[in-house]
């Protein structure tokens, strides 16, 4: 089974809709992270943000906000009024405690393609 | 400054050759990572270092060596290419090796194996 799941591959908007993108998590853990990163189309892994597991809080940075929901193991990124300049890959990735008591780098989900239309 | 760095940007090369990728970091990070992005967009981790020491080692064959001369710097030694090692190849590293920790990648370096 997959531990981040992004079931949405392509997603495909006009210019000024908002757009939530989804990201579905799974671990045992009760000490985990969760990222964001974005792939614009130059190729680049762009870090958006990090949130830990005991930090439900949402957060709002600009046009972006990540909504973090534990009980059903989720976390949603929404860009609203979007822009071209959106356009890209979104990764969302799990931090969790390898097997040989560190960490193991950022598990990534298969991505979601985001295309903002003009 | 590049914090991240790879070489090279790109590489073709034929079937049956040797390569070799190099990552650099001026972040003063103890941790760097490989991780292999396929056609289909998917990254997955191939290995971790931490302190020069390999951490993980995730299920890559034997023809993929990395090596790490000091904390700074990670190379990524393949043999003997094949087709299907063609993919984006993304250096990272991350200040440690802990729960959380955000990594900051490279550009990329495009290997293409015909």
């Known amino acids: 089974a997959q531990k981040v799941t992004q079931a949405q591959t392509e997603i495909s908007v006009v210019e000024k809709e908002d757009v939530t993108l989804d990201c579905v998590y799974e671990?045992?853990?009760?000490?985990?992270?969760l990222f964001w990163y974005k792939q614009p189309p130059s190729g680049e892994l762009v870090f958006l943000i990090r949130?830990?597991?005991?930090?439900?809080q949402n957060e709002i940075s600009g046009r972006y906000s990540w909504n973090f929901q534990k009980s059903t193991s989720s976390f949603n990124f929404t860009i609203t009024a979007s822009q071209v300049v959106d356009s890209a890959v979104y990764f969302c990735?799990?931090?969790?405690?390898?097997?040989?008591?560190?960490?193991?780098?950022?598990?990534f989900g298969k991505g979601t393609h985001l295309i903002i239309q003009p | 400054d590049t914090a991240v760095s790879q070489t090279p940007k790109y590489l073709v090369t034929q079937m049956g050759n040797d390569k070799s990728i190099k990552c650099e970091q001026n972040?003063?990070?103890?941790?760097m990572y490989w991780y292999k992005q396929d056609s289909k967009k998917f990254l997955k981790i191939m290995f971790s270092?931490?302190?020069?020491?390999?951490?993980i080692n995730e299920t890559v064959p034997n023809r993929f060596s990395p090596k790490s001369p000091d904390k700074a710097h990670l190379n990524l030694h393949i043999n003997s290419l094949e087709l299907g090692d063609s993919a984006v190849y993304f250096c990272?590293?991350?200040?440690?090796?802990?729960?959380?920790?955000?990594?900051?990648f490279g550009s990329g370096t495009q290997l293409s194996v015909l």
């Open positions: 270092y931490n302190n020069k020491e390999l951490i």
């Open positions: 671990t045992r853990d009760t000490t985990y992270y």
């Open positions: 949130r830990n597991s005991f930090d439900e």
């Open positions: 972040l003063g990070h103890d941790t």
């Open positions: 990272a590293s991350s200040f440690a090796n802990r729960v959380g920790e955000k990594l900051f």
């Open positions: 990735a799990l931090s969790e405690m390898y097997s040989g008591g560190g960490a193991d780098g950022l598990t």
